[in-house]
């Protein structure tokens, strides 16, 4: 009897709490629940950008336009030589405003002017590239629809430390919405360039690196994956700072305010145009010299980030001030041409063939 009394016991006290807890699953933690609650407040700005690998060669000189131009020197034949490419690729992005402006990596840009943009619910936007910055490697989109959309607020007061919790949220076009979750490893000064373990792969690159209250913090802009760091477990994501997407955005509302209000011409008035046909740009020149006019739709140029409004430097690594400048150093490469592009503070080189 007492036997039976303590085998009972036993089931109740040791056994009953184990079966309860295989079939039952574990309750989510505080944090958990946080990042749940956080990730499905935040996915309806996130965005799949769909885009071919470019058709140019485009880099951002980081502060060292002449190391950049002697690596173009020494290569330059080779790139001038090398054909199109045309893989897609899947990024992400996500909305910043109501009426439709879109952050997303350089990557996501640089093979179409025109980025095709899903939904986490199906729905398809066409959209624009409207500015770059190849140095902290973000791009600003404009969806080409006219409506209302859910957008993540801006902040580049945040302070971001080593240690910090993050997430970053990515959505593919093929495999839906996706979530990491880690910690800040650190942050490079005086670039603010984040680290961390946070990791998406290449289809997470674009998407935004959030604190653990709901703050953007940063733009995932590149990643260390591979095959030997994920197999040791240590793959790592770097993130532009949400101060850069801010730079970013003034950047091209200041474009857009300016363009909107055109200063009155002066003594050296905007002249007559080139028309490069075979490569879609027309260029002008102003008080400040060349610059893009124009773009035609469906050129090599369109599959480029080259925006109107970019001033010229040089071409084939001719300086240019004039038309008949621009004209004789094609007669260098005919096929091919080497754009130096100045926008803003930054410059990078772009390379169109017919």
């Known amino acids: 009897m007492r036997l039976f009394l303590f085998k009972i016991l036993i089931f109740f006290f040791v056994l009953s709490p184990l079966l309860a807890g295989v079939s039952q699953p574990d309750s989510l933690t505080g944090l958990e629940e946080a990042v749940i609650s956080l990730a499905g407040k935040t996915a309806p700005a996130i965005l799949a950008v769909k885009s071919s690998c470019p058709r140019y060669i485009m880099g951002g000189t980081h502060g060292a336009p002449a190391v950049f131009e002697d690596f173009i020197s020494t290569h330059f034949s080779e790139l001038m030589s090398s054909g199109p490419l045309s893989h897609f690729f899947s990024f992400t992005g996500f909305i910043v405003s109501d009426d439709g402006l879109v952050v997303t990596s350089i990557r996501a840009a640089s093979g179409s002017s025109a980025p095709v943009l899903h939904t986490q619910n199906g729905e398809e936007y066409p959209s624009s590239v409207e500015a770059i910055d190849p140095v902290n490697r973000i791009a600003l989109l404009k969806i080409q629809v006219r409506k209302k959309f ?109 363009a ?28 400040n010299g060349l610059y893009i006019k124009e773009i035609e739709h469906g050129s090599a140029a369109s599959f480029s980030n080259i925006i109107p409004g970019m001033r010229l430097d040089s071409v084939n690594k001719t300086r240019v001030s004039s038309f008949k400048d621009v004209i004789d150093a094609l007669r260098l490469s005919p096929e091919r041409i080497l754009l130096h592009i100045e926008d803003g503070d930054s410059r990078y080189f772009v390379v169109l063939s017919r």
């Open 150 to 258: 859910p957008f993540l607020e801006l902040s580049d007061s945040v302070k971001v430390f080593p240690g910090q919790f993050v997430i970053t949220l990515c959505s593919s076009a093929e495999q839906g919405a996706g979530v990491s979750f880690g910690v800040v490893s650190r942050v490079i000064q005086p670039s603010g360039i984040i680290y961390t373990d946070a990791f998406s792969g290449i289809e997470g690159c674009g998407g935004p690196l959030i604190n653990i209250r709901g703050k953007l913090v940063g733009v995932i802009s590149g990643s260390s994956g591979n095959a030997f760091s994920e197999l040791a477990g240590q793959p790592f994501s770097t993130a532009a700072p949400a101060s850069a997407v801010k730079s970013l955005i003034d950047r091209y509302l200041e474009k857009k305010k300016s």
């Open 260 to 287: 909107a209000n055109p200063p009155q011409p002066s003594s050296r008035a905007e002249q007559d145009v080139l028309k490069l046909a075979d490569f879609g740009i027309v260029i002008a020149l102003d008080n």
